[in-house]
């Protein structure tokens, strides 16, 4: 019945039209009701604007497609990327800077990379339209300090760059 383009639209969206719904329930508890409607209208607008702001952050740092080669898995604070040409894994505990690569091959080609520096060395490169990629963005806040804006920078740009979006803070003496 619902064409597969549109489909994919709803679903990619979906977390997003939730929270406009919950404003908008929210904001006819704040005009017609009481005021206890208006309270818990109140709280559906707020509750409703954080799903919607953090779901449009979210569908701004992922890709529409997700058909680049290799699987990203997310478990236990490990980041885990699979492919036939090697992958590897690091530990979120263990992170020591994450950056994301840009080139100026898209649209045509993966052009948006993310690597993961640990501690002792370890890199991991993914590219952005790894299937599974779409979980790196949760995967990270808990961080703190993550620079979702320099993200979203990162995925509009054109050009070659690089964007470090989070880095470990050193470690004070005193």
Request: without cysteine; hydrophobic residues 45%; proline residues 4%.
């Given at each position: 019945?619902?064409?597969?383009?549109?489909?994919?639209?709803?679903?990619?969206?979906?977390?997003?039209?939730?929270?406009?719904?919950?404003?908008?329930?929210g904001?006819?508890?704040?005009?017609?009701?009481?005021?206890l409607?208006?309270?818990?209208?109140?709280?559906?607008?707020?509750?409703?604007?954080?799903?919607?702001w953090t779901?449009?952050?979210?569908?701004?740092?992922?890709?529409?497609?997700?058909?680049?080669?290799?699987?990203?898995?997310?478990?236990?604070r490990?980041?885990?990327?699979?492919?036939?040409?090697?992958?590897?894994?690091?530990?979120?505990?263990?992170l020591?800077?994450?950056?994301?690569?840009?080139?100026?091959?898209g649209?045509?080609?993966?052009?948006?990379?993310?690597?993961?520096?640990?501690?002792?060395?370890?890199k991991?490169?993914?590219?952005?339209?790894?299937?599974?990629?779409?979980?790196l963005?949760?995967?990270?806040?808990?961080?703190?300090?993550?620079?979702?804006?320099?993200?979203?920078?990162?995925?509009?740009a054109t050009?070659?760059?690089?964007?470090?979006?989070?880095?470990?803070?050193?470690?004070?003496?005193?």
């Amino acid at each position: 019945m619902i064409r597969p383009e549109v489909r994919e639209l709803f679903w990619r969206h979906h977390e997003l039209l939730l929270g406009v719904g919950f404003v908008a329930l929210g904001a006819w508890g704040i005009i017609y009701g009481d005021l206890l409607l208006k309270a818990v209208g109140a709280v559906l607008a707020l509750f409703g604007g954080v799903v919607a702001w953090t779901s449009w952050r979210r569908t701004r740092i992922t890709t529409a497609t997700q058909d680049g080669p290799g699987v990203v898995e997310v478990d236990e604070r490990q980041i885990t990327y699979f492919t036939p040409s090697g992958g590897g894994a690091v530990s979120i505990n263990d992170l020591a800077r994450v950056t994301i690569i840009t080139s100026d091959q898209g649209p045509y080609a993966d052009d948006v990379h993310w690597l993961f520096e640990e501690n002792g060395g370890t890199k991991l490169l993914i590219p952005n339209s790894a299937e599974g990629a779409a979980q790196l963005f949760d995967a990270l806040s808990p961080l703190k300090g993550v620079d979702f804006e320099a993200a979203i920078r990162a995925m509009e740009a054109t050009e070659n760059d690089s964007f470090v979006i989070w880095a470990k803070e050193p470690a004070r003496l005193h």
